[in-house]
């Protein structure tokens, strides 16, 4: 299994706290991604990030903040969580390289819940 | 953009019949598709991958796909299903978008293995 770890695995919150996700790896690699799991929605890609400190919007980007200080860990941050952002995050890394090559590995996943 | 269709968001099948999940894709260029299993409470593992080596691409657990692109199809298929093989199975294919690969994920099919 790739070397991911997110935490914490289980949150409750109330609507409007902040809350932040925390993803680590020990692969070293490059990329790493934030997706949210809904019913019927498959995985939407939040934010993902190409670099230390270089991060970019993915397709359902409102509300979330992320950011990459080092680079084994991913923050997610949810500056005032909703109840529409109940849901499992997962964490994902992949390393650059051709198309053909390129694979991304998942963490377990962080189940959220807002009251 | 790169889009997925799962037909089918939940199949039974009975211990060791043929399993058949199915993925439509649209893409603009030749697409990378993978297949990828989440078992309860648990993270996404990848089961295979289309790279345009080969149209029959062979995975873990004895699942295989096969890439038509005449149909843009890319089902997912085992000759005979194992109570094990009980999970969801989501589709996925990759496009470049901003400065990373993303994965674009189809919503996903729940299989149950019947005794």
């Known amino acids: 299994d790739a070397g991911i770890t997110q935490s914490p695995r289980h949150k409750v919150t109330e609507t409007g706290t902040p809350v932040t996700l925390r993803c680590h790896q020990t692969e070293n690699h490059r990329y790493m991604y934030w997706y949210r799991q809904d019913p019927g929605h498959g995985l939407r890609l939040i934010h993902y990030?190409?670099?230390?400190?270089?991060?970019d919007k993915g397709e359902v980007s409102d509300g979330y903040s992320v950011s990459r200080s080092k680079t084994e860990d991913f923050l997610l941050t949810l500056e005032s969580a909703t109840s529409s952002q109940t849901s499992v995050y997962f964490c994902a890394i992949s390393a650059p390289g051709l198309a053909s090559q390129e694979t991304q590995y998942f963490g377990p996943g962080t189940r959220l819940l807002v009251l | 953009a790169q889009s997925v269709t799962q037909l089918g968001s939940h199949v039974s099948v009975s211990e060791g019949a043929l399993v058949l999940l199915r993925c439509n894709y649209s893409s603009s260029v030749p697409p990378y598709l993978f297949w990828y299993v989440q078992y309860p409470n648990q993270g996404l593992q990848l089961l295979l991958k289309y790279t345009s080596a080969a149209t029959l691409v062979k995975g873990i657990n004895g699942f295989e796909a096969e890439f038509k692109k005449s149909e843009t199809s890319f089902h997912l298929t085992k000759p005979s299903a194992h109570m094990s093989d009980a999970a969801e199975y989501f589709c996925?294919?990759?496009?470049?978008?901003?400065?990373?690969?993303?994965?674009?994920f189809g919503s996903g099919t729940q299989l149950t293995v019947l005794p």
């Open positions: 990030s190409y670099g230390v400190k270089d991060t």
């Open positions: 996925a294919v990759t496009q470049t978008s901003g400065s990373a690969r993303q994965l674009t």
